[in-house]
């Protein structure tokens, strides 16, 4: 992200450590494409790497009550977008809620699930704003996670612009929303983007740009938006389900480790 000079004395050790590990490992794990590629440029083999990214199974995310029990439980009374997640420098979420301030117009509310080191300034950033479309959430279980889902009417993936986020993320979130059977609103071009353009499932926008994303989902149907929703769930069972990464894993484990 940036934050750290590669000339410094933790940055040069922490990048020793690494290649160390590398060197000595018979399998690398990556979460991402962009990170295989990264260490094929630094002279790792190829035949050491494995991608196994995170994913989500719809049959996961059954909720434990009806959706009009649900909306009434967590008190959403309009159409509401749901980030649940970390808040903190890497999420960008200073982007969100000036979004939120852009299309206050439209009658959708935003709600922010979790907790983090940015948590207790955006909530202030939101009063002085005079945000009267956006909630904060305390953490709640991964369990309670889905019913909240159920509840929603979108997922929202917000990340800082950072130009690594564009290869090199696995977003579990994004893959819960999906799973969910949420359309889904993202502002991580490159990887991210594409899975979203691909399954399509929801919209893709550049990071600064969620305000646009928000209309579009306003202006869609109901219709439309839960066909969105359906078509995330088909491209995760057929592309990204957890069950099909955990073989991945067995697998790779089964090549490594000694038979007997």
């Known amino acids: 992200m940036g934050q750290m000079s590669a000339s410094s004395l933790v940055y040069r050790a922490l990048t020793a450590l690494e290649e160390l590990l590398y060197a000595h490992a018979d399998r690398i794990v990556v979460m991402a494409p962009g990170t295989e590629t990264d260490l094929v440029a630094r002279g790792v083999p190829r035949e050491k790497i494995v991608y196994i990214p995170n994913a989500a199974d719809p049959e996961d995310f059954v ?22 997640g970390a808040h903190g420098p890497a999420n960008g979420l200073d982007l969100l809620l000036k979004a939120a301030e852009e299309v206050a117009d439209l009658g959708i509310d935003v709600v922010l699930v979790g907790s983090g080191v940015m948590k207790r300034s955006l909530q202030s950033g939101a009063i002085e704003r005079n945000l009267e479309n956006v909630r904060f959430l305390d953490p709640v279980p991964k369990a309670e996670i889905v019913d909240i889902l159920h509840a929603a009417d979108l997922g929202l993936h917000v990340l800082a612009d950072v130009e690594l986020f564009r290869s090199a993320v696995s977003p579990n979130k994004l893959f819960d929303y999906m799973a969910a059977g949420l359309p889904v609103i993202t502002n991580s071009p490159g990887l991210v983007g594409d899975w979203v353009d691909r399954a399509g499932c929801g919209w893709s926008v550049e990071p600064d740009k969620l305000a646009d994303a928000f209309r579009c989902f306003a202006a869609e149907s109901e219709a439309g938006r839960a066909e969105r929703g359906r078509s995330g769930q088909v491209w995760l069972r057929r592309n990204q389900s957890r069950s099909a990464m955990a ?4 697998d790779m484990f089964s090549e490594v480790m000694p038979h007997g």
Do not use: G, I, N, W
């Not at 434990?64 to 749901?82: C, G, I, M, N």
């Not at 073989?247 to 067995?250: A, I, K």
């Open 63 to 84: 909720p434990t009550a009806s959706r009009q029990d649900l909306r009434a439980r967590y008190e959403f009374k309009r159409p509401t977008a749901v980030y649940a």
């Open 247 to 250: 073989q991945r894993l067995s």
